[in-house]
């Protein structure tokens, strides 16, 4: 437009089979300062609008004959509107004959913005031209702008549904590139300064930048942030950022728009070339802004939550003994294994024992119930309360109801299952009490395989246990204590779980550690809870 608000740079395509009238609207229009491109029929009119899509350079109005010589003004209307990529194209049809106002429905009905009777003053044929190209532009930016609301509802739900921080920066800056329709990066800094970065789908395949485009790219984001709050857009001249982040290698000339936000303690960067233009318009900036509110709302939560799973990971790791680390126990060889969950769910608090109590040994595998911090604490408690109690008390039924008390006492919110086995080497009696958890499974030396007959409540619910079940073990037979966490699946019975476990055993290789190894190969994959396995064996 130009500074009075009129439309300039304006194409119209007039078609008309009269030559005479083709020039006298031409000229016309012409004279007010559009652009005009005439034919003289419908089938003309159709092959130069190919064409010009083809270049990219569609007209902005259409001015048409109602009375062509191959077709009527009506029916290339239709046509056109039955284009994709032409159904927004104004049309405005235009007659030297009087038409009746019943005549003109086929022409409103097939999409025309309006009607002329020529000869007009040169005023109204321009009026017309111009309002028919003012509506159809702000039909189109209305269209453009619902359309890139649905994208930013889109990204927001996506960037909502992120598990990891990495997923995180994917769907935004997935979600900025769609926005923008150019390349798009995203960066958010932890509380420990380590840069995340996400880049738009397009480029993930491609060569990256090194480490120290990284380091350049973080401490420009620290300086930025520093002592800011809110969404603020700035620009980042091309020399002071680094290369291939967009494309690969290559250093832009233009500036690059970043959208800057630290609600809380997350610095949020959305990073996009500008193609040379000082700002992004602010329909743009609005919507980045919004993106990336979303994405530092969400982002927070899961850098605590990272936090969170760090702490309860060294933990366990601190607590559950190494293969190499567990005590010399008399009359029998252990196998134990502990694998935490994929990064994006929760740490859970599954945990194994295996203690010396006089001649005998006693292992248990257990798992207190939830996924967080607090359920890895209340583990260690566990852990450490048995092996404070069988020092005074080695029946396993005992220890149960010991363990069930301390939960309702000190936890009383909080539930846990857990399986002890008391193991005699000598004789190879063994007594089994199971609070609520899987119970062990006996592999005989002849292929045999077959879970122990023992149940009874959770811990922390105070109903009482059961006496232990009593199985004696050959030297060959092979004891197997898991957690739930190994074959537990959505959807699945436990029972056929169990069935798949027991099959997968019968078909793993002799030996404790193959046992172990067989298993988490065979059921380890894309786990939504830790696991806990233990075998054990009597050596004489």
Known sequence: ?????????????????????????????????????????????????????????????????????????????????????????????????????????????????????????????????RTAVRAARLRADDQALVRRLRQLSESIVTIQ??????????????????????????????????????????RTSLALPDESAHRDVAGLLK???????????????????????????????????????QDGKVPVCLATPTRGQRRISPENEA????????????????LMYQVERHVALTLQHSFLPRPHQLPELPGVDIAVRYEPASRETEIGGDFYAALRVGDQVLTAVGDVVGHSLE???????????????????????????????????????????????????????????????????????????EYVKAAGPLLGVGLPHPPPTELVLAPADRLLMVTDGLIESRGVDIAVSMEQLRAAAVGALPGLDALCDTLLTSFGRDREDDVALLALRITG
């Open 223 to 261: 300086r930025l942030t520093r002592g800011q709050s809110g969404v603020r857009i700035t620009t980042v001249p091309a020399p002071q950022w680094p290369a291939g982040f967009f494309r690969p290698g290559v250093q832009h000339d233009a500036r690059l728009t970043l959208v800057l936000t």
């Open 161 to 202: 549904s992120a598990r990891s921080l990495q997923e995180l920066a994917d769907a935004a800056a997935d979600g900025a590139a769609r926005l923008l329709g150019c390349p798009a990066a995203v960066f958010f800094l932890d509380q420990n300064e380590k840069l995340y970065r996400g880049l738009y789908r397009e």
């Open 375 to 449: 359920a890895a604490t209340v583990m260690v408690e566990l852990r450490h309360a048995l092996r404070a109690y069988c020092l005074a008390e080695s029946d396993p039924a005992a220890l149960a109801e010991r363990l069930d008390r301390l939960l309702q006492h000190y936890h009383a919110d909080v539930t846990a299952t857990v399986c002890l086995a008391l193991i005699d080497p000598g004789t190879g009696r063994t007594r089994v009490a199971n609070a609520g958890h899987i119970p062990p499974l006996i592999l005989g030396d002849d292929g045999s395989a």
């Open 287 to 302: 919507l980045l802004a919004q993106l990336a509110q979303a994405t530092a709302l969400v982002a927070e939560p899961l």
């Open 1 to 129: 437009m130009d500074v009075d608000g009129r439309l300039t740079d304006t194409t119209v395509l007039v078609v008309d089979d009269a030559s005479a009238s083709r020039y006298a609207i031409g000229t016309v229009l012409r004279r007010a300062g559009h652009e005009v491109v005439a034919v003289a029929s419908g089938r003309e009119a159709l092959g130069e609008l190919d064409v010009r899509l083809r270049k990219g350079a569609l007209p902005d109005v259409v001015l048409v004959d109602v009375h062509l010589p191959d077709m009527s003004g009506f029916e290339l209307c239709r046509r056109l509107k039955e284009r994709p990529h032409m159904a927004g194209l104004p049309v405005v049809h235009f007659s030297a004959l009087a038409v009746a106002p019943a005549d003109r429905c086929p022409g409103l009905d097939t999409g025309t913005e309006a009607y002329l009777t020529v000869p007009a003053e040169p005023a109204d044929i321009d009026a017309v031209v």
